[in-house]
Structure formats: C-alpha cells, structure tokens
C-alpha cells in the first residue's frame, strides 16, 4: 500500500486538486517571464546537431550566404528589450547561432542588464570567447552563462569539430575566474554520449561549474535522425540518475526538467496536493511552462512558443509582446491541459506535467499530442496515484 491510499488521495481527487492549482496559476500568472533570444542565425561551427539550425559563418565572419533573414541592428534589439520589459519579462537568454559572433554582444548585456533591469543568461558554444571578451561581458552584467560540452573530448569533438572540447573547457573556467554567478556546463544528450553523463557530472563537479542537459530532437541539420534519440528505457535512465544526483548535490548544481520523474516520488506528489502550496511561480510546477511563462524571439524578431519550436505567433517590429502573448491562439490552446491528446490527455499528472510540447509536435504533428519521450505506462500512473 503506498501513501496515497494511507492518506485516503484517490487518482479521481489528485487530478481535482492538481487541475484546480494549474488554472489558478494560470488566471493569476500566466505571463512572458522568460525568453530564449536567438540573436543570430550565424554560427562558427557546424555541428552534426543542431535543433537551431544555424548557418555556417567563415571564419572571417563575412555574411553567411544561408542566411534568411537580414540580422538585427544593436537598435532593433533595444528595441526588443524595451518592448517585452514592458510586457512583464524578467530573463533572457541570449542564444543564437553563436550570439558571439555580434560585436556588440557585450552592449547588448549592459543595455538589458542596467537600463532594463534583465537577468541576462548567455548560450555559447565558447569557441571564440577568450579572457578579455569574458571579462566584459562579466562586467556588463551577465548573470548566468551555459557553454554547450556535449560528452567527453572524443564525442564532443566528433559532433562539434577537432579542438572544440578544449575550447569550451577553458571558456567555462574563464568565465568562473570572471565571477559570473552562474556559470554552467550543458549537454546535449544522445544515444551516442549519454552512456558518460556520470563522468560529465563528475567533471562539472571537479570544475566547480553547474550541469544542465537536453535532450537531442531530430531539427535542424539533423533532420530527421531519430536513431540518435534516446529510447525511453534510456531516458528512464538518465532521468533518475540525475534525480538521484540532485538531491545528493543541489537542485542549482544539477539542473534539468525533472517533471517526468514525479510519477515515482512520493514526497513530490505529497507536496503538489498541499493547499499551502498554491500558484506560486517558484513553488508551483506546471510542468511543461511553453505558453505559460516562456517564449522565443528568432533573429529576425518573430515571437515564437518555445525554444525550439520555430512556430510563429507575432512579430516584435509591428506588435508590443503584450498583445501577442494576451491573444495568440496558440497560446490559448497550450493554456488549456483539456486540449492534450492520447496519453497525455488521460494522465493523472498532466496538470503538474503536460509532456514535452516540443517532442509532441516534432514526433507527432500535433503540438497537443502525446509525448513519445514518456516512459510511464497509463497501468502505472493510475497505480502510483492512488
């Protein structure tokens, strides 16, 4: 007998309570608090994947050829900042492409950060960051940085090109010997390297740097390649080693979506059914926050539902955020847990979860469809919750 059925919670009154929790998080809260801007669509490497789907830039840094749209001005992105600081957002991360490709990527800090009141947080590969760009972008403000390392010397070179591991290494250290407060190492992972996710762990522990991780999705130049996807007894895997690695280090040392995990914690589930614990941004989980508190802004300053769903819903240069964000459709319908379809739409955890939105879409078609990454059966969660 497991504690839901001593403390008398049935599926039918987990599902009420929790059902009641997210809509009054999203009458109450629902609004733009973070934003993944990509900057560029340029990048100095190619590597084999990439969900952003960047454009190769020479060396030289001359235009790329590829390129769709005409990059940003340092005066359109002001602008940006201006328009959704307006609207209530309160971080950033400024990505790309490789955001280090603009020379006026430290301004761009100083702007969000001291004349916006932004938490700016940096996505780089860390190739072309040495000692002095490091420093000015500490001193412009930067908060939080994540250099991309994914797996060990052998298997990052391999999808990143020869030379690049130690790059992205010495771009983490700099950045801590910089004092920025939040400096974190973020990989991506695939069948191809998550079998060294305990020695990466290990590293950013002998590092002092904090680990992140995706998971790798068949976009951009690897379309298609779903032999690289993780099968859900992997994911299973990962999942609770990382679980079990985050209660032994901290939940700010290891950091990654932990919402799939829920279905096999008690002490989690005992904490999502408390009244006390209601429609706080920090300590209420929704899971899946695309549409909820999260969008993107592309290089060519569309608003976007994720970050890395590429499906536009406004433009920044014509609309203010707040109109978007207040009756994009799309939105609407991610707002709405009823819309879930498949398994997704039957599960008792789909108000604290809603699955991967991203994964649905990619796998699917369908942006409200089941996730094909989750591993729990319908038998088993309808047995965990009762």
């Not at 929790?21 to 669509?41: G, N, V």
């Not at 940003?72 to 280090?100: H, M, R």
Request: aromatic share 10%; hydrophobic share 35%.
């Amino acid at each position: 007998m497991n504690n839901y059925s001593q403390k008398g919670i049935s599926t039918e009154e987990f599902q009420k309570i929790t059902r009641e929790k997210f809509y009054r998080a999203i009458r109450e809260e629902a609004k733009p608090l973070l934003a993944w801007f990509s900057l560029t669509e340029d990048c100095n490497l190619r590597c084999r994947y990439c969900f952003a789907d960047a454009h190769f830039c020479a060396c030289d840094l001359e235009q790329a050829s590829e390129r769709k749209n005409d990059p940003l001005s340092t005066k359109d992105v002001y602008a940006i900042l201006d328009n959704v600081a307006e609207a209530g957002t309160i971080a950033i991360q400024f990505a790309g492409g490789e955001p280090a490709l603009r020379d006026d990527l430290a301004d761009l800090v100083w702007y969000a950060t001291e004349m916006k009141g932004l938490f700016i947080a940096l996505n780089t590969n860390g190739t072309l960051l040495d000692d002095g760009s490091i420093k000015r972008l500490a001193v412009a403000g930067l908060g939080q940085v994540k250099v991309s390392v994914d797996g060990l010397k052998e298997s990052h070179d391999w999808n990143r090109g020869k030379g690049t591991f130690e790059r992205a290494i010495n771009a983490l250290k700099g950045f801590k010997a910089a004092g920025v407060p939040s400096v974190i190492l973020i990989m991506t992972l695939s069948k191809i390297n998550y079998h060294e996710l305990p020695e990466m762990v290990a590293l950013c522990k002998d590092m002092g740097v904090q680990f992140t991780m995706v998971e790798y999705l068949p976009l951009g130049h690897s379309h298609g390649k779903k032999d690289w996807v993780l099968t859900k007894e992997q994911r299973k895997e990962t999942q609770r080693y990382l679980f079990t690695q985050q209660k032994k280090e901290g939940l700010t040392n290891i950091i990654f979506e932990n919402r799939y995990i829920v279905s096999e914690q008690e002490e989690t589930k005992k904490l999502l059914v408390e009244p006390c614990n209601c429609c706080g941004f920090f300590d209420f989980g929704v899971g899946c926050i695309s549409g909820i508190y999260n969008y993107m802004i592309t290089a060519s300053g569309k608003v976007a539902t994720g970050d890395m769903l590429h499906l536009e819903i406004g433009d920044l240069k014509k609309q203010s955020l707040r109109e978007i964000w207040e009756n994009a459709e799309m939105l609407k319908l991610l707002r709405n847990r009823e819309n879930l379809k498949g398994k997704c739409g039957r599960c008792t955890y789909k108000y604290v979860c809603g699955g991967c939105r991203r994964a649905a879409y990619i796998f699917t078609g369908d942006l409200m469809g089941p996730d094909p990454y989750c591993w729990v059966e319908e038998n088993e969660e309808d047995e965990t919750a009762r």
